[in-house]
């Protein structure tokens, strides 16, 4: 089951000023959606296992590479936790 | 009449463009002769449109409303909204709009219920295999994305019909066209999940050597593999789109090649028309 409104987050910082505004203030752009504190925490952890499991696995890709994590350190997360 | 001019299929995958530095240079060679092998025979087909069957990844579609199969019927699309295509030499692609609405009828009229967009952005999926192609002339394009992205998604013996319904809609399309079918993802790869990154040789190999025998036997295969072969395989759906436009006849490969540093079983191939 996906969480749509982290989902839709994800989608939205496709968008290069969303995304420059998430890299500036997060806050700013959670308070736009109803999130769950599990999900803002999990976005404060980088928590790849717990987000995999409610974010389609294209659009995770797509976040992790736009919060700047290499791919490596991204497939080592998704593995091991 | 218009008439079917050939069935096309090649692989994607953003890090062909995005990190194309990090390919080994004999991989490099390979990859760029079979695109190119393939672009040689578009042009020498002599395409009026090419019906490029790709996923959606994200870019126009999200989770309020995402289609099975949606076809676009506008007169030019958008071209690729990823950063990492800025070179992409097409910012807006011609479309077929007549052709694609006959499209649509013909789809609609034999049980198929597609959606459609008159304004839709062709992401990487699309724009990739258009461009190492290295096309002369780029023909009109009639994008029909395949939900392959997000489960759950079309059957593959739906996809199948898919390829006849094209077809028949080609065909009873009155103008003089001339219509390509490319199919454009797979094979293996897997991407977002826990095995990032693994490529199933395996069933690269049994899918394209069954391409060539028995449908039945090539579409039981792939529902028992696929879910084991990462989430990139479900792209497989284009080539059965293919594969059922060229009456599961003649296919043909030009070359594959596991490709690591870009995650994916790399596919090039071409359908004999009769």
């Known amino acids: 089951m996906r969480d749509y409104w982290l989902s839709k987050m994800f989608y939205d910082l496709q968008d290069p000023a969303v995304a420059a505004q998430y890299r500036e203030n997060r806050e700013q752009v959670f308070a736009r959606y109803p999130l769950s504190s599990d999900a803002k925490k999990a976005l404060g952890e980088n ?25 490596e350190e991204f497939m080592r997360r998704l593995r091991d936790g | 009449m218009a008439e079917l001019a050939g069935c096309y299929a090649a692989s994607h995958g953003p890090l062909l463009v995005r990190d194309w530095a990090a390919v080994p240079e004999h991989e490099k060679k390979r990859i760029n002769a079979g695109f190119r092998e393939l672009g040689r025979r578009v042009s020498a087909a002599r395409a009026d449109v090419i019906i490029e069957v790709s996923p959606d990844h994200w870019v126009n579609f999200h989770l309020e409303n995402l289609p099975a199969v949606c076809i676009g019927v506008g007169e030019t699309h958008e071209g690729p909204p990823e ?21 649509v009828a013909s789809a609609l009229g034999a049980g198929f219920e597609p959606s459609f967009s008159y304004r839709l952005k062709l992401d990487h999926g699309f724009c990739i295999p258009l461009w190492r ?10 994008p029909m994305i395949v939900n392959s992205i997000e489960p759950p998604m079309p059957s ?6 898919w390829g006849g319904l ?3 809609a080609i065909e009873s399309y ?57 989430n990139g395989a479900d792209e497989m759906r284009n080539w059965l789109v293919a594969h059922g436009a060229a009456r599961g006849r003649g296919f043909e490969l030009i070359d594959y090649l596991p490709v690591p540093s870009v995650y994916v079983g790399c596919g090039f191939a071409s359908w004999a028309m009769e």
Not at chain 1, 47 to 70: S, T
Not at chain 2, 83 to 103: T, V
Request: glycine share 8%.
């Open chain 1, 47 to 71: 928590d790849v296992p717990w987000l995999a499991k409610r974010i389609n696995p294209y659009l995770l890709r797509f976040y992790c590479f736009g919060i700047g994590m290499k791919d």
């Open chain 2, 83 to 103: 950063p990492f295509l800025k070179a992409y030499p097409h910012r807006e692609m011609a479309g077929d709009a007549d052709f694609a609405r006959h499209l």
């Open chain 2, 133 to 142: 192609m290295e096309l002369e002339r780029l023909p009109r394009i009639v």
């Open chain 2, 156 to 161: 593959l013996e739906r996809c199948l019909q």
């Open chain 2, 166 to 168: 094209l077809r028949a």
């Open chain 2, 174 to 230: 009155p103008g003089p066209l001339r219509v390509a079918v490319l199919a454009s993802g797979g094979l293996s790869h897997s991407i977002g999940e826990p095995t990032m990154g693994r490529i199933d040789e395996a069933f690269d190999h049994e899918c394209i050597r069954l391409f060539s025998q028995d449908q039945q036997k090539l579409l039981q295969y792939l529902k028992d593999a696929i879910p084991g072969a990462g």
